[in-house]
């Protein structure tokens, strides 16, 4: 493999990064409220770089093709989907934000109840999972005229038995062990104890993505 170290413009804080399936581009996402997107064709590439309705015309490395704004948030997380014509990215003013490449003058915004997201994966081209602060992954379904909805948590509550078919042992050794009793309402209801901060695929197929994985 070779390396080429290359250096885009830009002066605010960036806190996410993505890459184009076709390698020639690059969206960025900062806490100045913007996701942009640049040019990252290097002519030292064996894979030369092309046209596309990101790149009209063949930019130099560093060259911006896109800049959108969010408003008031930052943006946390940014994924192009699998064949590289929509961008979504998710802000911390709990927004869900879309563009597709063949009108980049339309910004698609969700404006959420829940807690920000900070990351998020493009499932196929019809949906997308974000997770963040609400420590847990939820779906989002996109229609083919580009709208989101909300589509289900991911981290579904498991039902647990009932406390009346413990033991008086068995009650005595639980506290035992947490060293309290357990509260209503102390009781977490996801898995993830805390905020996740990264969706990575495990696998897929026919650019679809059938299992990922979350940390945080």
């Given at each position: 493999k070779q390396w080429y170290q290359r250096r885009v413009a830009i002066t605010a804080g960036i806190l996410c990064v993505d890459w184009h399936p076709s390698n020639h581009l690059i969206?960025?996402?900062?806490?100045?409220?913007?996701?942009?997107?640049?040019?990252?064709?290097?002519?030292?590439?064996?894979?030369?770089p092309h046209t596309s309705t990101w790149m009209p015309k063949l930019s130099k490395f560093g060259t911006l093709l896109a800049e959108f704004d969010t408003n008031s948030g930052w943006v946390h997380g940014v994924n192009f989907s699998p064949s590289g014509n929509m961008l979504a990215w998710v802000a911390h003013d709990a927004s869900v934000n879309l563009v597709n490449s063949t009108n980049l003058e339309k910004v698609y915004t969700l404006n959420t109840s829940y807690l920000p997201y900070c990351c998020l994966l493009w499932l196929s081209e019809q949906s997308l999972?974000?997770?963040?602060?609400?420590?847990?992954?939820?779906?989002?379904?996109?229609?083919?005229?580009?709208?989101?909805?909300?589509?289900?948590?991911?981290?579904?509550?498991?039902?647990?038995?009932?406390?009346?078919?413990?033991?008086?042992?068995?009650?005595?050794?639980?506290?035992?062990?947490?060293?309290?009793?357990?509260?209503?309402?102390?009781?977490?209801?996801?898995?993830?104890?805390?905020?996740?901060?990264?969706?990575?695929?495990?696998?897929?197929?026919?650019?679809?993505?059938?299992?990922?994985?979350?940390?945080?």
């Open positions: 969206a960025v996402g900062s806490c100045d409220f913007k996701c942009r997107v640049f040019s990252a064709a290097l002519k030292e590439m064996s894979d030369k999972v974000a997770a963040g602060h609400t420590n847990s992954p939820d779906l989002y379904n996109v229609t083919p005229d580009n709208t989101l909805s909300f589509g289900a948590k991911l981290d579904v509550k498991k039902e647990k038995s009932a406390s009346g078919n413990m033991s008086a042992m068995d009650r005595f050794k639980k506290l035992d062990v947490q060293g309290q009793t357990e509260a209503a309402g102390t009781t977490l209801e996801t898995t993830h104890a805390n905020c996740i901060t990264e969706i990575r695929v495990i696998s897929k197929s026919d650019n679809k993505v059938s299992k990922f994985s979350t940390t945080g």
